[in-house]
């Protein structure tokens, strides 16, 4: 047997993976731990803002509906989407600590593509509800039901979570035997099993599958969504009532085009011709974490109910320092025969 074909089988037989990676990052830009201090203050307000939501929608029981349901749902991915991602790319390249742990690396790609997946489709389940709610307004409530809700949302966990466990245990079985440096700013899917020295088909084809049932069939289904919401309104002879129900759908259609618009250009490009690396890291950071950042911001300032129960909260804070300030005294008084 000649040493190519040892060789060859050799390594189809076992898998050669390497003690660690190499997170390349930027390539020749002057002062990128700018951009990174940026993303820093971006994770902080994340977290800020995605725990305010998720405290108001815990804390106030008129919100406990299974539309705040989906909202509570955003908001936890968001935090945690950018909690898997943000705080590691801080780590890696303010502190210059660039080299991964095989085992962290695929850990990295798993939570960072799962959490994105699970956002991208809780998206298409805000406007199912969307479209249920102005279709058919008179039936909302008994179709759109807690369990009802409770169920969408776990089932789409449970598939996304398969899906992402089997494309990671697809490169599990590649073997690294040149090059460690990944092209990227994290472990991302691609430039990791593109790095490989056998077999990737199976990887291309898991990526394309991926790609398609999380960056392009969940904004053609909430397109299809709208087409038909925009039929019904068309149908309301009262303009009033019209923009009344348009104005419950601001804040999904916000938080759809600041989600997708800038994933579906960035893969376009991708596919379609040669997009410098430095453009493709800055659009996909942008990608990754200003929806999260944005989304309690626009739910907050931009949806009624929220307003309102922020109100409500606010004054029963501030009646109870009062009750607090008046009978605080008087107790202590008490206290002290």
């Known amino acids: 047997m000649s040493p190519e074909v040892k060789a060859t089988s050799i390594l189809n037989t076992t898998f050669v993976h390497p003690a660690k990676f190499y997170i390349n990052g930027f390539s020749n830009i002057p002062d990128a731990k700018y951009y990174y201090v940026f993303l820093c203050f971006v994770y902080i307000m994340t977290v800020v803002g995605n725990v ?3 405290s108001v929608i815990y804390l106030d029981k008129t919100l406990h509906t299974p539309k705040y349901m989906i909202v509570f749902n955003l908001a936890f991915i968001d935090l945690c989407g950018s909690t898997a991602l943000i705080p590691k790319v801080l780590d890696t390249f303010l502190f210059d600590r660039n080299e991964i742990v095989y085992e962290a690396c695929l ?15 809780t998206l298409v389940t805000m406007a ?4 249920i709610a102005i279709c058919f307004p008179l039936r909302y409530h008994s179709i759109v039901t807690k369990p009802l809700t409770a169920a969408v949302l776990l089932l789409a966990w449970v598939l996304l979570l398969a899906a992402i466990v089997c494309m990671a245990g697809l490169v599990d079985r590649l073997s690294f035997c040149g090059s460690l440096v990944i092209q990227s700013f994290y472990c991302d899917h691609g430039p990791v099993f593109r790095l490989a020295c056998n077999d990737t088909s199976l990887n291309y084809l898991i990526a394309y599958i991926l790609l398609t049932a999380i960056v392009f069939v969940p904004p053609i289904l909430i397109i299809l969504t709208y087409v038909c919401i925009a ?10 009532e019209r923009l009344k129900a348009m104005k419950t759908c601001t804040s999904h259609l916000i938080l759809v085009a600041i989600f997708f618009l800038p994933l579906v250009g960035t893969n376009v490009a991708v596919m379609a011709s040669h997009i410098h690396p430095n453009a493709r890291i800055i659009n996909s950071t942008l990608a990754h974490t200003i929806p999260s950042l944005l989304n309690p911001i626009i739910y907050s300032l931009k949806t009624e109910e929220v307003l309102t129960s922020i109100r409500k909260l606010c004054k029963k804070i501030r009646l109870r320092n009062r009750l607090n300030n008046r009978c605080g005294p008087f107790i202590t008084h008490v206290l002290s025969k």
């Open 52 to 54: 305010f939501l998720l």
């Open 231 to 240: 039929i019904a309104l068309s149908r309301i002879a009262s303009g009033v």
């Open 128 to 131: 199912f509800d969307r479209f």
């Open 107 to 121: 850990s990295y790609m798993f939570f960072v593509w799962f959490f994105g997946s699970v956002q991208s489709w």
